[in-house]
């Protein structure tokens, strides 16, 4: 089998070559358990109201609001980018170090991939960003994966190094000469096949059937919205970046820069490579100002201009005495900064370039490679490795490649799936991988439900209610009023193309096209709703609330005593009732008639659990806890750094993958593939 495991957004993968009942990190598991100490009756925890409890394996314990909790936030480090942790493998109390078998992560990040190649900012609430294989978009608040552009070669996707977009389309090139186009507002990549055989590194345009791009042997080649054309090579340079002066018309005012110290741009009719800077310096990137003035900047902490009258191009002084390479160029209001290394930010001051202090510590030592800036919008300046500094409202602050909101659904519909967070969080997976799709809410989000095969409810703070058809690749979402602003923590369907969702103070809702109030017959916090396998809706949530619902308007919700406590964070279908999780390590195996308690670890909290048709379940929680059913017995995987907490489970129904969704206090929105060997 493969497990996904999704923390912070961050999917963790743990591929088997068996199915999901031989999935196995080897542990001693005694110990642990001995470790844990209580009961599953006490009810402490978030929910359950008893006050602060223990980590699980006796970690020390995290002095923060519940992870599990409304707000669905998370945290970075100073610098917004990801901070490591390696997870202690703790003491059992008994037998010595837990072993957490042969874990092997490969990180496969919801935002970046660990590098940016380059960026274009569309207005305060648009942008783009090319990394690895995939192109991040921007929404004005995080930036998040908006799908692979390139099909896999041989089980790898080609790199994307250059992306340019408009308000309309999105544009990204890279190895190969592959090209492809995307709607901004849904829609698949699309392929501009044609282009030369060469790494494309830079793309800009002025309308999306008049693109520019450029790249390695000198090419510079053209679309007209229907085939790409060639206007230059030469094989002894690269080209590296690619501006185009606003208001210019064909192959005027197109200038591209790269290796040699080298400019191509139309002279006299012709394209011809111009030395603009000395034979060993690399160009990075160049832009132009109003008046006709054009700036290059490259590495050996080079700065070269042209002015309008000026008959050759003119080096300038940085004025950084620690002569950092020169990267990228954004301009903003007429202000032309320059970006480069270890935190390298200029600004023009006469005739000499010097650091700019109102970016203060900012900046910290990040590798700027890449940068641009909107009219209206903000300035933003990313590093290699990924993250940066964007400068909005007149002030500088970090920002993220990668989500921070916390990851706390998913659902599965026809092949595709999706995952809901924080923020108004909302992704789907298909064949191009993971893909943000605008919610048009900035509510969290906690649950979403599949209710027919074109259209899934989700559900969220303040009664955020949002229905999303789909058709294809088009995604459409709108809100659904909801009756009262409360918080809603769990929606599921009811199989009749509506849903049922629960939520604070017993709020229970019936879900169309409108959202109506259904009695509850409980004022307690409702954390979960799903339809069991004896056909009937049930909830559950705080204090071991456990409720049945009635089949029609006309009847009555029955309470079922679950025999617990503590809060009951999580539901999932059984054979003929639910599954039910919650604090201190409890799973119930819920019916109208008996509910019996198959597991618990007491100062443990279970979050979420998700069941197969077969009977396979997956169930986790906090400190990075997972549990894998296997026959009668409930047996708990580490798989994560402890300072994790999951909230969400998806199991697909084969038991080929499960993945696990949640909050990692200082790590953003992330995917990991987590390999294990069988025992």
């Known amino acids: 089998m493969a497990l996904v495991v999704l923390e912070s957004g961050r999917l963790y993968q743990a591929v088997s070559t068996t199915d999901l009942l031989r999935f196995v990190a080897v542990i001693v598991v005694s110990g642990w358990l001995a470790a844990c100490g209580g009961s599953a009756l006490e009810g402490s925890g978030p929910d359950g109201g008893a006050g602060d409890v223990d980590a699980v394996d006796g970690l020390e314990e995290i002095d923060e609001t519940d992870v599990n909790d409304a707000d669905g936030s998370s945290e970075t480090s100073a610098d917004g980018d990801e901070v490591e942790t390696v997870g202690d493998t703790g003491d059992d109390g008994d037998d010595g170090e837990i072993d957490a078998g042969p874990v092997d992560w490969e990180p496969l990040s919801m935002g970046d991939e660990g590098v940016i190649d ?171 100002l109003d008046d006709g003035t054009l700036v290059a900047v490259g590495d050996k902490h080079t700065i070269t201009i042209k002015r309008p009258q000026a008959a050759a191009w003119q080096g300038q002084v940085s004025n950084d005495e620690r002569l950092r390479d020169l990267r990228a160029l954004a301009s903003d209001d007429g202000v032309l900064r320059i970006f480069g290394a270890a935190g390298a930010v200029l600004v023009a001051s006469g005739p000499s370039w010097n650091l700019d202090a109102s970016v203060g510590a900012v900046a910290g030592l990040k590798d700027f490679a890449v940068a641009d800036g909107a009219l209206g919008g903000p300035i933003m300046a990313l590093a290699r490795g990924g993250g940066g500094i964007q400068l909005a409202a007149g002030t500088w602050s970090t920002v993220s490649t990668r989500p921070e909101a916390t990851l706390t659904d998913f659902a599965e519909q026809a092949g595709v799936l999706w995952a809901v967070g924080g923020k108004g969080f909302l992704a789907r997976r298909t064949g191009a991988g993971w893909s943000v799709v605008a919610s048009g809410v900035s509510q969290d989000l906690f649950g979403i439900t599949v209710v027919s095969d074109t259209r899934l409810i989700a559900v969220g703070a303040r009664g955020t209610i949002v229905s999303i058809e789909t058709a294809g690749d088009e995604v459409v979402v709108t809100p659904v009023p909801a009756p009262v602003p409360i918080d809603l923590y769990g929606v599921a369907s009811v199989g009749d193309g509506s849903a049922l969702a629960c939520g604070r103070g017993g709020t229970v809702l019936a879900i169309d096209q409108a959202a109506t109030l259904v009695v509850s017959g409980t004022t307690a916090d409702l954390r979960a709703v799903t339809r069991g396998g004896d056909g009937r809706m049930w909830v559950s949530g705080a204090f071991g609330t456990l409720v049945r619902m009635p089949t029609s308007v006309l009847g009555l919700a029955e309470a079922i005593a679950s025999g617990v406590g503590g809060a009951l964070s999580g539901l999932a279908p059984s054979e003929d009732g639910v599954w039910a999780v919650g604090d201190n390590g409890v799973i119930l195996r819920a019916t109208a008639g008996e509910v019996t308690l198959e597991h618990e670890a007491p100062g443990a909290f279970l979050y979420a659990i998700a069941t197969t048709g077969a009977g396979d379940a997956v169930a986790a929680g906090s400190g990075g806890l997972v549990l894998v059913r296997r026959g009668a017995s409930w047996q708990p995987e580490i798989v994560s750094e402890r300072g994790a907490s999951f909230d969400a489970v998806h199991v697909a129904d084969d038991g080929s993958e499960a993945l696990i969704g949640g909050v990692f206090r200082l790590m953003h929105v992330e995917v990991r593939r987590l390999a294990l060997e069988s025992p």
């Open 118 to 288: 380059d960026v274009v900012i569309v207005s305060e609430a648009l942008g783009f960003a090319a990394s690895g294989s995939r192109v991040l978009r921007w929404d004005g608040r995080l930036w998040a994966t908006y799908g692979a552009p390139f099909p896999a070669d041989a089980g790898e996707a080609p790199a994307v190094h250059g992306v340019w977009a408009d308000d309309a389309v999105v544009i990204a090139v890279g190895d190969g000469g592959r090209a492809a186009l995307r709607a901004v507002d849904g829609g698949g990549w699309q392929l501009m096949a044609g282009a030369p055989e060469v790494a494309l590194r830079a793309v800009s345009g002025r309308a999306s059937d008049d693109v520019y791009a450029a790249g390695d042997d000198g090419t510079v080649i053209h679309w007209d919205g229907q085939a790409w054309a060639t206007r230059f090579s030469l094989t002894t340079i690269d080209l590296n970046a690619l501006w185009i002066r606003p208001g210019s018309s064909g192959d005027e005012g197109v200038f591209a820069v790269g290796s040699g110290g080298q400019l191509v741009s139309l002279v006299d009719g012709a394209w011809k490579a111009s030395q603009i800077t000395a034979g060993s310096v690399v160009l990075e990137d160049i832009q132009g």
